[in-house]
């Protein structure tokens, strides 16, 4: 067995393909004599390839050298495995036959540490899969198309169409600041950052704190792409148990005392995905921990509008007294998520460098979108339009909460969602829900499996999450009723 | 003197003030006993200041616990100094007089160690300075108002409202493939990544290659955004001084022998600052280097389109064999940049990872401007809008390059642009530009200093970028002519 370095751009194309989920066994691999990339080969040793997996690219390099003497130059291989996580390609080489398997890394210069950690979106590869305009989709978390409402563009100055400030549209920082006094955060619009979409927040926050290692706090179960880029930023991520009325305070408490995480990320109105609403005591008493700890908290509150029993809750950084905090909101779920417009508000200590951050990563945001927005914000046709879109859906949810109650009366828990999109569903004999995606795509339902939404996703098992905004009514039940099937086959399954 | 470790939130609410640009001096700072920060004052010794500041935070906290013992609490302070590069805020405690001058540092958990590159952004600055309407100002970039083209929308459908593909609208990535593949870049549509501008694409890149200390190489002078962004993230910034007609090749080849930069970074036409445009014979050149040596190649052209003498040159990505490349163009200078979407089209073995920090980063670019977007790519009306596009910034050129010929002759050598948008000046008797700006401002003139443009900015003092497309023709004479006279009298000045 030998260890072959590879020519960078061979290895960060096999990484794509595998990474892509390519099948790569026998994939060719010709390292030509002329690409100043010569293989290098080491001696043959099952046990030294895993050591050397191991250690990793920085240790390899060093022993690369040990080895230059062994210097080769080589042919063709064929692609034995690609692990990702070791960034190391495993190919057994031709001329030598099949005794001779070699692990090729990633130069140091090839691609950023941090990419290592570049997940594949589950999210992406179901709905992908659920675009089959037969599959009965419960996965996503799109708006009802009905439910867009028609926007008009004909007032819109051509003015727009050259660059803007950083900081978003002087007319929208106003009325989004006004519309945060009205729910109890003292603010100015100077506080005000118009983002590309609330996404855009957690990024610009990922650049502030995150360093590789850097601990933070999240709820378990969070919000999957928020993991996601904090995790890709080298995040350590502690959690705290979300319970039905917000998180564990004794847990959380714990963690402030034996941690000092960066940052705190919250959910607090209908999260994505335990559709879970802060109480009001849970709400002051974090504020209150947060404080007391001086830990920054980042709200994130996309679906704070689409509540359905007309309850509103003070945000908490509203509450806070002393700690920083950004708080951050979006259009997508109330008026068009194609206009990819959101904002962040901060206490004025951060606000510098998220405005330089967000600068640095688009300019500005698109000025089209905001004056959209603006034409909305604040406005009496708004109002008219959140009280139909709460109807809407508060129509769906007790339409799913029937059909649900129907099928899966024997196999989950869940409590009623009082707003936001989703049902979050905890299976009485819990199992990987992971394992049921393919036999529900065969059936044409698609959901979304409770574990990516952990930290710790094989601490989690048992969990789905369910979006009831986007599915027919005419297929629900039959969706559903599927779904349970799934289920059911394969608790039977396990049983036996 | 003592090390006095203030509590989190006032340190980083002084380092926010301090990149705001605000004078510190006397301002107070207060700590409180009860807010589980106490002041940790360390000995006096100026000597062990400076020695603290250079070994960094790190080491602090270590001293921090060496020293646990003179744990103090502590009342009100005067900001001295704030070293924001250290992360140090100097104050001198009232209650010691000014005897007593205490280190602060940012604590761990703080800010990511990225957040200490975050630069102020020069041009921001200046930008802002130059908004008074008196000022005739040389110093952005910005289209010419009246060369924006007006837009339709009325025949946008509805749906464009829901949430898009992280690619891109497939029409769109179609149409700017088709117009990629015309220039002589080989590619498909599901190589095209519609982006949030095309300095989304530098963030993409940054997150992508860069570590801390990855070296990268860049053309000296080279796009200020760019350079910023690239040491956000840690680059270390290796650079190839340019020429009339390209990067210097022999610098070049040296620069790929002795190092492995992660890329290369390159603006082949009429770059932004020097409106240098690569020669045919440069641009084979470099990507045969870049073949030879496998360097993957970042191409940023937003300028192409804007070509004063019909000339138009093969992208250098086209003309790779080997290498991995990404090409990066935009509509912001040709069409409205206020709509906020440009592309990215790149090698396959890149695309993969890009999609995911695209989607990592904002979900999807709006799609309402792509929508707009599409609507011009490609078709005939854009033809013709570039056609005048070119017509009226010739003749701008023109009208600066006589101008300049009056009042520069004698202090400055350039050559004119065949394109672009910027003049770059150098002075006959180089001086550090930056020096110029109060001067020029009071004067109500704004330029760029050609300095922030090179990673060592002190070593190549006496360039002025200016802008030729935004100036009213109207004071375009007045504004070269004082801006002339400041330059004059600071080189009297020094000469004295």
Chains 1, 2 share one sequence.
Not at 124 to 148: H, W
Not at 206 to 220: F, N, P, R, S
Request: contains cysteine.
């Amino acid at each position: 067995m030998h260890f072959l370095q590879l020519a960078q751009g061979h290895v960060q194309r096999l990484f794509a393909y595998a990474q892509q989920g390519q099948q790569l066994f026998h994939t060719q691999v010709r390292i030509a004599r002329d690409e100043k990339h010569d293989a290098l080969m080491y001696p043959r040793e099952s046990a030294a390839l895993e050591h050397f997996i191991r250690l990793g690219r920085e240790r390899l390099i060093a022993e690369e050298e040990r080895f230059h003497g062994l210097l080769l130059t080589c042919g063709v291989f064929k692609v034995k495995h690609v692990d990702v996580l070791a960034q190391a390609v495993v190919v057994s080489v031709n001329q030598f036959d099949s005794f001779f398997t070699c692990l090729a890394t990633v130069t140091p210069m090839a691609f950023s540490e941090r990419v290592s950690r570049l997940k594949s979106s589950l999210i992406r590869e179901i709905l992908a899969a659920a675009q089959r305009p037969e599959v009965m989709s419960f996965a996503g978390g799109l708006p009802a198309e009905t439910m867009l409402p028609k926007v008009e563009w004909d007032e819109m100055p051509l003015s727009l169409g050259q660059y803007g400030m950083s900081e978003g549209e002087p007319a929208l920082r106003e009325a989004l600041a006004a519309e945060a006094r009205a729910l109890g955060l003292e603010c100015e619009a100077s506080q005000v950052l118009v983002v590309s979409g609330s996404q855009q927040t957690l990024d610009l926050a990922a650049k502030l704190y995150l360093d590789k290692g850097t601990e933070i706090l999240l709820e378990a179960p969070t919000y999957l792409a928020a993991l996601q880029i904090f995790q890709l930023f080298g995040a350590d991520c502690l959690t705290v148990p979300q319970e039905a009325d917000g998180p564990n305070l004794a847990q959380l408490r714990k963690r402030l005392e034996q941690h000092r995480p960066a940052f705190i990320y919250l959910i607090p109105t209908f999260q994505n995905p335990s559709a879970v609403r802060y109480s009001e005591a849970k709400r002051a008493a974090v504020a209150a921990l947060l404080d007391e700890f001086g830990v920054t908290l980042i709200e994130d509150e996309p679906y704070r509008e689409l509540t359905f029993d007309g309850g509103s809750a003070k945000p908490i950084a509203a509450r806070l007294r002393k700690a920083s905090w950004i708080y951050t909101g979006t259009v997508s779920k109330t008026l068009l998520p194609g206009l990819r417009v959101g904002y962040l508000i901060a206490s004025p200590d951060l606000f510098p460098h998220l405005l330089k951050l967000k600068q640095s990563a688009d300019l500005h945001t698109n000025r089209i979108g905001q004056w959209q927005a603006l034409q909305w914000i604040g406005s009496q046709k708004y109002q008219q339009h959140l009280s139909e879109l709460r109807d809407f859906y508060r129509q769906r949810r007790d339409a799913f909460q029937l059909a649900l109650e129907m099928h899966f009366t024997d196999l989950a828990e869940w409590n009623m969602p009082q707003g936001g999109l989703f049902f979050w569903l905890t299976l009485k004999r819990p199992l990987d829900t992971r394992t049921l995606l393919d036999e529900a795509l065969a059936n044409d339902v698609a959901f979304m499996p409770g574990e990516p939404f952990f930290p710790e996703p094989d601490k989690h098992h048992g969990h789905l999450r369910l979006n009831f905004s986007h599915i027919d009514p005419a297929r629900l039940d039959e969706g559903l009723k599927r779904l349970a099937a799934v289920v059911r086959r394969a608790q039977m399954e396990r049983a036996a």
